[in-house]
């Protein structure tokens, strides 16, 4: 799935979730959050951002995090990374590691030991897998691949 089919999805059947898009972010912003991290941002990432400036979920105040939440939690993110999702207020999140050298990034998960694990490089992947099976959905995901 790429992400403009993901944004489609989105944009067809929000009527029928919980979730509320923030509204898009501007090219200011986007410039903005690649100068503070000192980084491009992948172009999927770029085109959600350009749709909207995250969203959220009643289900567990599960939420995509905004620029404006990325910029004032920098200090707090190591080099190339930036927390991009979490839910009930930082139960468990998850991380963007963009790499040095090409337009390649992981997404992060917590594993029980709360270190950093892979679970996918493919944002309208996790953002389908939220779509589909909600919060529980993705830690089920990440304990498919850890266990």
């Keep these: ?20 898009l923030y509204p898009p972010a501007s090219a200011q912003q986007l410039q903005q959050l690649e100068a503070a991290l000192g980084l491009v941002l992948p172009a999927d990432f770029r ?3 350009a749709f909207c400036n ?10 995509i995090t905004p620029i404006e939440e990325i910029l004032h939690f ?3 993110y190591q080099p190339r990374q930036f927390l991009f999702a979490e839910y009930a207020v930082c139960v468990d999140f998850w991380v963007v590691e963009i790499a040095p050298t090409s337009s390649g990034y992981r997404i992060l998960s917590q594993d029980s030991a ?23 959905g993705l830690l089920d995901w990440a304990s498919e691949l850890h266990t």
Aim: glycine share 6%; charged share 15%; no cysteine.
């Design 114 to 136: 709360g270190e950093l694990v892979f679970l996918t490089d493919s944002l309208a992947s996790f953002i389908h897998r939220f779509l589909q099976g909600g919060v529980f």
């Design 54 to 63: 995250g969203f959220e979920s009643a289900e567990f105040l599960f939420h």
């Design 1 to 20: 799935m790429t992400i403009q089919q993901l944004i489609t999805i989105l944009k067809t059947n929000l009527p029928q979730t919980d979730i509320t």
């Design 74 to 76: 920098k200090a707090d």
């Design 47 to 49: 085109e959600l951002y």
